[in-house]
C-alpha cells in the first residue's frame, strides 16, 4: 500500500515528528511505500488563493498552484495525518490542506443541484488520525465532543470516500506527559500502525 503521511508541526524536534518517524518506521517495515508530507518543510503555503475560490464551484476548478500535493494524494491508496490539537482544532497549515488539496474534481464532485457532494477520492482505503492534545480525555471528548474526530469521520472521511478503514490515536493531558507516557504513547503508535 501507498501511504501519504501528512505531517503538520513546525518544530523539527517536535513529539509530531517522533510519532511520524514511529508510523514511517512501521509501514515500511510492512512493506508499505510512505511518501512523507512535511507540509512546513515543504513550504505548504494554508491559504486558499483567490483563483482557487473564484472556481470552487465551476466545472473546471484552479488547481494548477496545489497540483503537486493533489498529485500525491490521487497516488495514495491510504493517509496517515500527524498533528497537535491546538484550540481543539487542526493548525492552520493542515485547515489549509484540506482546504486546498481535498477540493472539487479531486476529493468529492458539487451536486449540480445544490445536494451532497459526491465523494471522489475512491484511491483512499485507509485514514488515520495520530494527534496529540494539551487537553485531558474528559475535557475533549465529555466537554467539547471530540470536534477533530467529528470532523474527521463524519466530514472528510464520510464525505469524501467510502468504506474507509478510519482510526484516531490520541495521546491527551499532552502539556503534562511524562517522558515515560510519551514512550509509551510511540510504542503504541509503532504497534497500532505496524498492523496495517
Not at 495514495?76 to 489549509?96: R, S
Not at 496529540?132 to 469521520?153: E, I
Not at 484516531?168 to 507516557?181: E, G, N, V, Y
Amino acid at each position: 500500500m501507498r501511504i501519504l503521511l501528512v505531517l503538520a508541526h513546525p518544530l523539527e524536534d517536535s513529539f509530531a515528528a517522533s510519532v511520524a518517524r514511529e508510523a514511517r518506521a512501521a509501514l515500511e517495515e510492512n512493506g508499505h511505500t510512505v511518501d512523507l508530507l512535511d507540509l512546513y518543510r515543504e513550504g505548504f503555503d494554508p491559504r486558499l488563493s483567490v483563483a482557487e475560490r473564484a472556481s470552487y464551484f465551476t466545472e473546471t476548478y484552479d488547481r494548477s498552484a496545489a497540483s503537486d500535493w493533489i498529485a500525491r494524494l490521487q497516488a495514495a491508496d491510504g493517509l496517515v495525518l500527524v498533528f497537535p490539537q491546538w484550540w481543539f482544532n487542526f493548525p492552520a497549515i493542515l485547515k489549509g490542506f484540506f482546504d486546498r488539496v481535498l477540493a472539487p474534481g479531486v476529493a468529492f464532485d458539487n451536486d449540480a443541484t445544490g445536494g451532497r457532494i459526491i465523494p471522489r477520492l475512491q484511491n483512499i482505503k485507509l485514514f488515520w488520525a495520530l494527534t496529540t492534545t494539551g487537553a485531558p480525555w474528559w475535557v475533549v471528548h465529555l466537554y467539547m465532543g471530540n470536534p477533530v474526530k467529528r470532523l474527521l469521520k463524519r466530514g472528510i472521511a464520510a464525505l469524501c470516500a467510502k468504506g474507509l478503514n478510519f482510526r484516531m490515536l490520541a495521546l491527551h493531558d499532552m502539556d503534562r506527559a511524562t517522558d515515560a507516557k510519551r514512550k509509551a504513547h510511540l510504542a503504541r503508535v509503532r504497534r497500532l500502525v505496524g498492523g496495517i
